[in-house]
């Protein structure tokens, strides 16, 4: 066993983890706000990790390029739907208001800079 293996075992094994606390995240957490964001951040950062590791072990392969290209996928289009999804659960009330320590959008929404789609 050298070196390269041991490393991807760790980065594999930490994204795996990382991606089975944002699926608890996911059952766990009280409303549409905050499952968003355990469906988001440790979710994207464990494909990241597992696709890393998966490349030091696939190393000279040609599929390497595919998983580069996931992870890229994964990174751009991740925080545009949870922006997608914060605003529709936004617009449906569908949050708890004890949890929220700051409302931008409510200021945003009051002084009519965003329509109903959530648009300048």
């Not at 766990?28 to 979710?43: G, N, Y």
């Not at 464990?46 to 996928?73: E, Q, S």
């Amino acid at each position: 066993m050298n070196v390269a293996d041991i490393i991807t075992a760790v980065l594999i094994l930490g994204g795996s983890t990382l991606a089975l606390t944002a699926a608890i995240g996911i059952v766990r957490f009280p409303d549409t706000l905050t499952r968003m964001h355990s469906a988001t951040k440790p979710q994207t950062l464990g494909l990241l990790l597992v696709i890393a590791g998966a490349t030091i072990r696939l190393r000279g392969n040609a599929d390497v390029g595919m998983l580069i290209l996931t992870g890229l996928f994964a990174v751009i289009t991740a925080p545009v739907i949870a922006n997608r999804v914060g605003q529709l659960a936004y617009r449906e009330h569908s949050f708890r208001d004890d949890l929220l320590t700051r409302d931008d959008m409510r200021e945003a929404v009051a002084e009519g800079e965003l329509d109903d789609n959530g648009e300048n």
